[in-house]
């Protein structure tokens, strides 16, 4: 069993700035990858950025250049960094880590970007 606990989410303004952070139970070491997803009012779930274990990474078209997604293997945690804010990224955004052929989520954290 792996908990995630999600923070830094928040109000933002067009062009701003947030940083995400997922802290795990356990050793990310073992993880298969790590990665955030996010769903805005009325909308599927979708995936945004993940790290895989070797460290490769895989952002959506429309974060690309945009969010940046790192692990601490130290602290165990997972950060999604956020540039250039629109509108459109608002929504909950998840942690989700797949270990041992399972997937566990995070609870949720809120971003909300003003026009």
């Known amino acids: 069993q792996v908990r995630l606990v999600e923070s830094g989410g928040g109000l933002a303004q067009f062009g701003g700035s947030l940083r995400l952070s997922c802290a795990a139970s356990?050793?990310?070491?073992?993880?298969?990858?790590m990665s955030w997803h996010r769903q805005a009012p009325g909308k599927q779930r979708e995936l945004v950025a993940e790290?895989?274990?070797?460290?490769?990474?895989n952002y959506a078209d429309s974060v690309k250049g945009r969010f940046t997604i790192s692990r601490d293997r130290a602290k165990n945690t997972v950060d999604l960094e956020m540039r250039n804010l629109k509108p459109d990224d608002t929504g909950s955004y998840y942690c989700?880590?797949?270990?041992?052929?399972?997937?566990?989520w995070g609870q949720g954290t809120q971003v909300t970007v003003s026009s």
């Open positions: 989700k880590v797949k270990a041992s052929g399972l997937d566990y």
């Open positions: 356990a050793n990310i070491l073992g993880f298969a990858s």
């Open positions: 790290i895989a274990y070797r460290g490769q990474t």
